[in-house]
């Protein structure tokens, strides 16, 4: 049988709700959640006066031999005699709730069916704790200083793969923290420390760490999941193809509802407005076509072109635009790439050829059907420095987006 031990370190709050107070000691009788089949023992709680926990058994108090066992055990650290003790117990089957009603501790939400699933888990206060069955009874066994709860998962498709992740709620010392994590990360247990701090910790001993995740897995249930599209372009979204942006989708007769879009932040002002109507319509169309007045016409019908081949599916072609520093390449280029989004001007434009080409080819891919301008492209130093790291990603880039077998021999050449 289990010995009386205070559980300070789990802050356990009341377990019960039947309770008869004693002065300074109450006694609770509680029918388990997660009996098992055939078992006619119940769980005999005493706290102190100041709610917390000192003594946890599990016994067939129903035997009087059992329930007297109990008492005198019982009675060793409370001061009252063992027979006061048995009344009490007694008053405690009478009370006895049915299971899954009894006490205010936390259980595993019901299953099909109503059943409660048999998880010897709890969260509380302090942290979440293994109910283990021993032959003696009941064995706590803390695991965690926190709690945690998936609350979502995320399917993040990117337009080639699907990446799930989880959304977790851990609560530490009353503090509340939310935040993802990869589903290939979570079973190593790595993350409490790494977004809660160096105070959610894990108990000392083996599989640990195992039964801390069953734990959190086993009371989080069956977590909702959504869908998030890490792209822009077209995407076949309900049987309808659907342009997304930063701001969601915009389908045939308008903005899609309920459509997530997550961005990497060179991206992220790529963002649609409304389509407009009307005179709003004209407008647009008035003030889109007063680009083609800026420059001269070798130079910006072709790149007026390229705003419109864009999201026609799959281009093989791309544009260079090239001058002497301050002829306003970038401010012609960033006024192209405005008809993506507002915010996309010539300080926020999404790429740059200072970048890896390992970067600007990730980049690509997620922009998909759109116009993507890479600017700033200016080596400078000896001959072989400007045939160096940006010509090779320009190359490289280039060769990517025209697939064609001169291209790739072109950047094979450059390489060596």
Not at 173 to 184: A, D, K, L, Q
Not at 222 to 239: F, M, N, S
Not at 255 to 279: A, K, M, N, Q, W
Not at 358 to 386: H, I, W
């Amino acid at each position: 049988m289990e010995q009386p031990r205070r559980a300070k370190n789990l802050e356990r709050g009341p377990v019960g709700e039947e309770c008869d107070r004693m002065s300074e000691y109450s006694i609770t009788v509680e029918s388990p959640a997660r009996a098992r089949r055939g078992s006619t023992r119940l769980i005999v709680v005493v706290e102190d006066s100041q709610g917390t926990e000192i003594f946890r058994d599990r016994a067939d108090i129903n035997e009087e031999k059992t329930r007297t066992k109990v008492a005198e055990r019982i009675a060793q650290f409370t001061g009252y005699t063992a027979d006061d003790i048995n009344q009490r117990l007694l008053q405690g089957l009478a009370n006895l709730q049915p299971p899954g009603n009894a006490g205010t501790g936390a259980s595993p939400a019901p299953g099909p069916g109503g059943q409660i699933p048999p998880y010897p888990y709890e969260a509380t206060p302090g942290g979440i704790i293994w109910n283990k069955e021993t032959q003696e009874g009941i064995s706590i066994v803390p695991l965690t200083t926190f709690t945690a709860l998936i609350t979502g998962q995320v399917a993040e498709d990117d337009g080639a793969e699907t990446h799930r992740s989880f959304e977790i709620e851990a609560i530490l010392r009353g503090r509340t923290y939310h935040f993802r994590v990869p589903s290939g990360k979570f079973s190593g247990m790595a993350w409490p420390m790494e977004h809660v701090g160096a105070a959610a910790a894990f108990w000392a001993g083996l599989s640990i760490k195992d039964h801390a995740r069953a734990a959190i897995q086993f009371l989080s249930g069956d977590p909702p999941e959504r869908r998030v599209y890490a792209h822009l372009g077209w995407r076949k979204i309900g049987g309808s193809w659907c342009y997304l942006h930063a701001g969601g989708a915009v389908g045939p007769v308008g903005p899609v509802p309920e459509v997530e879009v997550s961005l990497p932040s060179d991206l992220e002002r790529y963002l649609l407005p409304d389509p407009p109507y009307g005179t709003d319509l004209r407008n647009s169309i008035q003030a889109s076509l007063r680009l083609l007045d800026v420059a001269g016409e070798a130079a910006v019908f072709p790149l007026y072109c390229a705003v419109w081949r864009a999201p026609l599916a799959g281009c093989d072609s791309g544009q260079h635009l090239v001058g002497p520093t301050g002829s306003g390449k970038s401010e012609l280029a960033a006024l192209a790439q405005q008809h993506y989004g507002v915010g996309l001007d010539s300080r926020h434009l999404p790429g740059n050829w200072s970048s890896t080409d390992n970067a600007l080819e990730s980049l690509a891919f997620t922009a998909k059907d759109a116009l993507m301008v890479v600017d700033d492209f200016c080596p400078g130093g000896r001959q072989y420095d400007v045939l160096g790291h940006s010509s090779l990603t320009m190359t490289r880039i280039y060769a990517e987006q025209v697939n064609s077998e001169d291209a790739i021999k072109a950047y094979k050449a450059v390489v060596r």
